[in-house]
DNA sequence: GTCTATACAGGGATAGAC
DNA sequence: GTCTATCCCTGTATAGAC
């Protein structure tokens, strides 16, 4: 949404000038990169913008030119995953299916689903405009993206088709985040049994023989 | 577990001395109360010590008497919290059934299921003993009340029986989670029908007739 | 027992020099 | 583009008044 943080410059628009500014381009990455490492070993209230600067040796004010705020920074490390696992799922199949999404969804990194999480903590917060809009976006995106699923699912006889999709767009979007929080907090939890389980729901009566309890 | 925390006194085990140290007992209880308050208009970061000490009208160093960290106090929010919704709980019903199970599991005030996020996420993070446990035993007492009523939903025959209740219970857990994150980003989201959709998802084939897409 | 005063190390944000 | 210096804030810790 043309913001500030984002459009400081474009990248390769190749104007008739010689490549412009590559050094900030390439800086900009770095800082994101290492950011994650960083919060990896040290967590959010670790992951100062001095411990960033250190580690890519610069001090914290330089990390100012890039991003104007921790926050947005933080949000920025995101904005970024987000893109390259889309990117990722459009280079294998058309339509994922149940299992490819929720694998999709978790991200392998430990340390970025703490910072995920606690954005959306800070999401939820009063007078959080800017991360809340952002939040709010991305899960109806994600909603919207589980409802093709859900549909091409439901094409090929595997969902059934008395319940309406939005909801269960909705459901099978708050199963992979309640399930995965519960995984990464008690390894007793199987995310993935839950995940068939649920599919095992949708799917029509008619479907192969359950198993027992 | 014995905390230190906790165990500052004996607040009304009456031994032969007249009631002892009642006004600790009342200011803890003071501050638990506030920072609640503080937290729904300041959030997270803005609920210091310093600003919980100034609603009161002590200064931010009284409070460390009553609690070892703010971390400490911000859990020990969260355990009172649980402890009320518990009480509250076993008031009512004997076996909640499904729908009190969820308004129950929603904290009404937004201020505290965006602590309670907060705290999750702080959770999730490498190297968080305390929290991590914390949360690790209080998922798996949720999930076993999720059970129980999975259960004697079963026995009532409004569940089907050939799926594993654990599993079950996870995922139920785990529905209410993101579920109610999904409704505070955005109010287009409804809970309660997403609720509905899994119960009737659970519910045996034989159950009344389903409404369509 | 309860609290204030005070000190310390560290944080994010910012202004201006180079 | 990056730095240094600075501001005001934070959580934590200790000393000592009452």
């Known amino acids: 949404m043309t913001k500030n ?6 990248p390769v628009s190749g104007q008739g000038s010689r490549g412009r500014y590559p050094k900030g381009i390439l800086r900009r990455q770095q800082i994101l990169d290492r950011t994650v490492e960083v919060f990896a070993d040290l967590g959010f209230e670790g992951t100062s913008l001095r411990a960033i600067g250190e580690a890519i040796g610069v001090s914290h004010a330089a990390l100012r030119r890039y991003f104007e705020t921790r926050e947005e920074l933080f949000l920025e490390v995101l904005r970024e995953k987000d893109r390259q696992a889309l990117a990722a799922a459009h280079d294998s199949g058309t339509a994922p299916g149940f299992a490819a999404m929720s694998a999709n969804y978790v991200l392998k990194t430990p340390g970025l689903m703490a910072l995920r999480h606690s954005m959306v903590a800070r999401a939820l917060e009063p007078g959080r405009g800017r991360s809340r809009e952002f939040f709010r976006d991305r899960y109806r995106s994600i909603r919207q993206e589980a409802r093709l699923v859900l549909q091409s699912a439901r094409e090929q006889g595997t969902v059934r088709s008395d319940i309406p999709l939005d909801t269960a767009a909705s459901l099978l979007v708050a199963a992979m985040d309640g ?12 995310m993935s049994a839950g995940m068939a389980l649920l ?8 479907a192969e023989a359950p198993r027992e309890t």
Chains 1, 2 share one sequence.
């Open 179 to 190: 399930l995965s929080t519960q995984t990464l907090l008690d390894p007793e939890v199987d």
């Open 5 to 10: 943080a984002e459009g400081k410059a474009s």
């Open 199 to 206: 599919e095992q729901l949708l799917a029509p009566a008619t």
